[in-house]
T-cell receptor, first 112, second 114 residues
Framework: GESVGLHLPTLSVQEGDNSIINCAYSNSASDYFIWYKQESGKGPQFIIDIRSNMDKRQGQRVTVLLNKTVKHLSLQIAATQPGDSAVYFC???????????FGTGTSLTVIP | EAGVAQSPRYKIIEKRQSVAFWCNPISGHATLYWYQQILGQGPKLLIQ????????DSQLPKDRFSAERLKGVDSTLKIQPAKLEDSAVYLC???FGSGSYEQYFGPGTRLTVT
């Protein structure tokens, strides 16, 4: 089946530094990607999305980069804050289906 | 705007017992999803409804899991009988449409099967 994986299961950063979370996907037919943030005891929360006809999309303090050549997705968080500590998932949507496939997740810890 | 509501938040049962989870999606959202999230993993889709019809249930273990959305609003997910490996968080999500639409997740129901 499809595979959405993350390179690093855990990431620790100092408060104020920038964070980069990576994600690899295997299906070149995927055309829509979402990054979710999940805090302990809560459901995933939408952060930012990107379609396959784009290489980059920016939000408030977050940027998603898509490299279709190597099937790689990254989430950049600027000036990381303690409130950013959570597990981050990438999810891909395959055009021919309705399912979103989620990766395993990366746990981000922000050190004050 | 109220979010996706789920109940109960926590449930502990013994194996071979039955359990049911309830979800109330965001008003006006036609698509409803049930996900299973095992500890340390990403959510896995179990079933997707469009209004009161099933769009995708390919990953639902139909010998023990069932779900319904009779009036196209609330939904119930049932497990009968439960197994130890069913211990997980069960997440409900809703979206305006299917496919490439933002999904809004509820807080989930944490199920422990002993």
């Amino acid at each position: 089946g499809e595979s959405v994986g993350l390179h690093l299961p855990t990431l620790s950063v100092q408060e104020g530094d920038n964070s980069i979370i990576n994600c690899a996907y295997s299906n070149s037919a995927s055309d829509y990607f979402i990054w979710y943030k999940q805090e302990s005891g809560k459901g995933p929360q939408f952060i930012i999305d990107i379609r396959s006809n784009m290489d980059k999309r920016q939000g408030q303090r977050v940027t998603v980069l898509l490299n279709k050549t190597v099937k790689h997705l990254s989430l950049q968080i600027a000036a990381t804050q303690p409130g950013d500590s959570a597990v981050y998932f990438c999810a891909e949507n395959i055009f021919t289906g309705n399912q979103f496939y989620f990766g395993t997740g990366t746990s981000l810890t922000v050190i004050p | 705007e109220a979010g996706v509501a789920q109940s109960p938040r926590y449930k502990i049962i013994e194996k071979r017992q039955s359990v049911a989870f309830w979800c109330n999606p965001i008003s006006g959202h036609a698509t409803l999803y049930w996900y299973q999230q095992i500890l340390g993993q990403g959510p896995k889709l179990l079933i997707q409804f469009q209004n009161n019809g099933v769009v995708d249930d390919s990953q639902l273990p139909k010998d023990r899991f069932s779900a319904e959305r009779l009036k196209g609003v609330d939904s119930t997910l049932k497990i009968q009988p439960a197994k130890l490996e069913d211990s997980a968080v069960y997440l409900c999500a809703s979206s305006f449409g299917s496919g490439s639409y933002e999904q809004y997740f509820g807080p989930g129901t944490r199920l422990t099967v002993t």
